[in-house]
């Protein structure tokens, strides 16, 4: 789960940038490990989401490949989250988990200031990883955001799952709870 950002702060106090919540959902690599499972799994989720299945399924693939669990959906409708927290039964690879996402205040005053948030490019990646940050991870792309990101990035929370002899899910373990980015001022 992603760490909700700190917060921008004016000098007098006024929050200029800060989080709310959304909801997204989350492949978990090892849960099935063959085609079959991929490609209906895939099917499924192009039809409810209204993705293409091969994006999905090479993100999938990819997160598979790599053992990390991957975004495949973000700010989730009510109406979606139904409807896929029934997929989750059929499915024991994918999660459903609230996150934050950031949010502007007033709008676009200042953005020339604060900057904006986006998804990390793979060279960005092959920087950050070291860090701690997943592929899927939005950054500070510029501004305050760019400038103090390793400030308001919080540690991210996981979880600790139980993998068969097969590289199938047979369980979670343990859930790590987040710890929030330092708010800047």
């Known amino acids: 789960?992603?760490?909700?950002?700190?917060?921008?702060?004016?000098?007098d106090g006024a929050v200029i940038a800060s989080n709310k919540?959304?909801?997204?959902?989350?492949?978990?690599p090892a849960a099935a490990n063959d085609a079959a499972y991929f490609d209906k799994l895939a099917g499924d989720l192009a039809a409810l989401l209204g993705e293409p299945k091969p994006d999905i399924l090479k993100t999938m693939k990819e997160a598979n490949r790599h053992g990390r669990p991957v975004r495949l959906a973000e700010n989730l409708s009510t109406k979606e989250m139904f409807s896929l927290s029934e997929l989750k039964a059929l499915y024991p690879?994918?999660?459903?988990?609230?996150?934050?996402?950031?949010a502007y205040p007033y709008?676009?005053?200042?953005?020339?200031?604060?900057?904006?948030?986006?998804?990390?490019?793979?060279?960005e990646w092959q920087q950050y990883r070291r860090e701690g940050y997943r592929l899927d991870?939005?950054?500070?792309?510029?501004?305050i955001e760019?400038?103090?990101?390793?400030?308001l990035k919080g540690r991210d929370g996981g979880i600790y799952l139980e993998i068969d002899f097969r590289g199938r899910l047979a369980g979670v373990l343990?859930?790590?709870?987040?710890?929030?980015?330092?708010?800047v001022r």
Do not use: C
């Open 1 to 11: 789960q992603n760490a909700p950002r700190g917060r921008i702060i004016t000098k």
């Open 21 to 28: 919540p959304t909801f997204s959902l989350v492949f978990l």
């Open 93 to 102: 690879g994918i999660e459903l988990v609230v996150e934050t996402k950031r």
């Open 107 to 123: 709008g676009e005053m200042l953005s020339h200031v604060l900057g904006y948030m986006g998804k990390m490019s793979r060279a």
């Open 137 to 143: 991870d939005s950054i500070g792309k510029t501004g």
């Open 146 to 151: 760019r400038i103090f990101e390793k400030y």
């Open 174 to 183: 343990a859930r790590q709870d987040w710890v929030p980015g330092s708010d």
